[in-house]
């Protein structure tokens, strides 16, 4: 019965996230101002008659009250229709189906960048509390906190080009399976901008969690008993440090998936990200609000299996 209510509470809740987001997006969307009628003629859209501007109104459905475009939209999104693009002509599904996998691809190499780099740095900053250590990893985390990330991809792409004349992305995008040796190249340096700024909050994540855990009953009765510092390390306390950093990696990730916008757009890649923002620009209504509900509901299932890792890694939230 627990179980059972546990589930039905993050069902509720996911849905409730998902109606908020929906929501949200639908307004604000339309609070930019412009339509979509002026973002596909453009100036000519200047010169409709009012019964011209009236029949494309109503083509669009611009001429309904925005409650019933909202429940329009939500009931076609029921029956698994996500609308059509009006610049490409064709539906978002097939138009997300073909982006989603990349952006996918970027946060799963971005998150493997940073957990690369920032557990053993976290690790070594613990270890060396408030030493040179602790000192130089604590800068290297505040450094990459505190650059953007378009200024870091644009210089990254600069200097590549110009200095090893390594310039992946000026190519058409590889689809992994039929290139892949081009589409890691493709993928490597917006991942390491995005790793890069991933790996700082993980590194002070790790450093605070391995202090705390380092200060505990267990960890001072087996370094007692004569356990190795390496192998103290390495089973014991870097394990259940692991519960912090698997919560802030969850997050960090589900942030990938929308926020990679900038990166995506400054080394062409097409996934997500740049599909909203070209909808945006165009005022795609249909792409915009059903590609973020999507990204949405991506952020919702990395929550609920970072919760299930949690269970993986920690006996006690298995026992509770």
């Not at 953007?148 to 004349?165: D, H, I, K, M, N």
């Not at 002070?204 to 190795?228: H, N, S």
């Amino acid at each position: 019965m627990r179980l059972r209510r546990s589930v039905l509470g993050r069902v509720l809740t996911a849905v409730a996230t998902l109606f908020g987001v929906a929501l949200l997006v639908f307004i604000m969307l339309r609070a930019i101002p412009g339509d979509r009628i002026t973002a596909t003629l453009g100036t000519e859209a200047a010169a409709l008659s009012p019964a011209q501007r009236a029949a494309l109104e109503a083509y669009y459905g611009l001429d309904k009250p925005l409650v019933l475009q909202f429940l329009n939209w939500l009931g076609q999104l029921l029956t698994g229709n996500l609308g059509v693009s009006q610049r490409a002509q064709v539906s978002v599904l097939q138009l997300t189906a073909g982006a989603l996998p990349v952006t996918l691809e970027l946060a799963v190499i971005a998150i493997l960048i940073a957990l690369a780099v920032g557990i053993p740095i976290g690790m070594a900053a613990a270890s060396g509390r408030n030493g040179i250590l602790d000192g130089a990893g604590q800068v290297f985390a505040l450094v990459w906190l505190s650059v953007p990330a378009f200024l870091l991809a644009s210089v990254l792409l600069t200097y590549a080009a110009r200095w090893f004349g390594f310039n992946p992305n000026g190519q058409p995008y590889a689809v992994p399976w039929l290139n892949p040796a081009l589409n890691l190249q493709q993928m490597l340096l917006p991942a390491v901008t995005l790793g890069l700024g991933i790996a700082a909050p993980i590194i002070r994540t790790t450093r605070t969690a391995v202090i705390e855990i380092g200060g505990l009953d267990f960890i001072r009765t087996a370094r007692a008993k004569g356990v190795g510092e390496a192998r103290l390390r390495a089973r014991h306390v870097l394990r259940n440090a692991l519960v912090p950093v698997t919560t802030m990696t969850g997050l960090q990730f589900g942030y990938l998936l929308g926020g990679a916008v900038v990166v995506e757009q400054i080394f062409s890649l097409p996934g997500v990200g740049r599909q909203v923002l070209l909808g945006i620009q165009q005022k795609d209504y249909a792409v915009v609000q059903s590609t973020v509900l999507v990204i949405a509901l991506c952020f919702v299932l990395v929550n609920l299996l970072t919760d299930l890792a949690y269970r993986v890694i920690d006996p006690r939230v298995r026992q509770a």
